[in-house]
């Protein structure tokens, strides 16, 4: 069995990406890891090429800015990378998504045992949605808690905007993954960056989803849907996370918008009937 890991990254050092630690995280399991470099305003592609690690093959591209249609830029990238991949199974990394040491073990053992059952075609993450700070997370309906991450090689699939996967079973009719859950925690630090990085990140995205900027505060959310986190964070990324102590304030006086206050009452049905109400783009097997 061989895995191969992808991702893409355009401006990962100015927007604030722990995309280094993020692929180190899980080189120790892959066979190889496809990278997809976007031509950068920094030194994204130096501080890859200076990992000078044998099973990291790059590919430099450029992006098309005139594409704005919903995001599709993003799947094209993803899909270059993906495209390339050799092994039997295809892990895509986020540049803000770490995973845990503890855990390369029992990914592996999943790819391993699910390799030849026809009926999985995708291996599905939990989420840890860090928020603000290292010690604080969101649990909430509205942020998904669950995501495929390892797709099969051998399937007809593509990602329309970089978020999820489509399979073809026609070929022009898309359907989400069937696929089973591995049990562990992906860590997703991408609202855990500066404000600063965050902005200047959303000024430079959101023309590809024919979109505005509108400034970013992180206080400025539902506080009661920040949890406090009391685990251990992969190692790799320890030294990147900022060290502020407790669980990150929101603003007493924050107004909540008509999502959020759907989402308050969505968390309560899942809390009341056992529930699970995010949103997946998966097929799950039971």
């Not at 927007?15 to 997809?36: A, M, T």
């Not at 501080?47 to 799947?75: A, C, H, T, V």
């Not at 990914?107 to 928020?131: G, L, Q």
């Amino acid at each position: 069995m061989s895995i191969s890991a992808f991702t893409f990254i355009k401006n990962g050092e100015i927007l604030g990406y722990p995309f280094i630690q993020s692929i180190q995280s899980i080189l120790p399991i892959v066979d190889e890891f496809i990278i997809n470099v976007g031509k950068s305003e920094d030194q994204t592609l130096l501080r890859i090429q200076e990992l000078n690690e044998p099973k990291i093959r790059i590919i430099e591209s450029s992006w098309n800015d005139k594409m704005k249609d919903r995001g599709y830029i993003y799947g094209q990238q993803k899909m270059i990378a993906q495209f390339n991949c050799t092994g039997d199974w295809a892990f895509y990394l986020e540049g803000d998504e770490v995973v845990h040491e503890e855990d390369l073990n029992t990914i592996k053992e999943t790819c391993e045992h699910y390799k030849d059952n026809p009926d999985v075609e995708a291996i599905v993450f939990d989420y840890y949605h860090f928020y603000g700070n290292a010690n604080s997370y969101l649990w909430s309906p509205g942020w998904y808690r669950k995501a495929p991450r390892i797709i099969k090689n051998s399937i007809r699939s593509y990602a329309p905007d970089g978020l999820f996967w489509l399979v073809l079973d026609q070929n022009k009719i898309g359907r989400y993954p069937k696929a089973i859950e591995c049990g562990v925690k992906m860590y997703h630090y991408g609202w855990v960056r500066s404000e600063a990085q965050m902005n200047l990140k959303s000024e430079k995205v959101q023309q590809y989803w024919n979109k505005a900027h509108k400034t970013i505060n992180y206080a400025d959310i539902d506080g009661s849907i920040i949890q406090a986190f009391t685990g251990t964070h992969p190692k790799v990324v320890q030294e990147w996370l900022p060290k502020e102590k407790g669980i990150f304030q929101a603003d007493k006086n924050h107004i909540l918008t008509r999502k959020e206050k759907k989402h308050q009452i969505m968390l309560k049905f899942e809390n009341l009937f056992g529930l699970e109400l995010s949103k997946k783009h998966y097929i799950p097997i039971k």
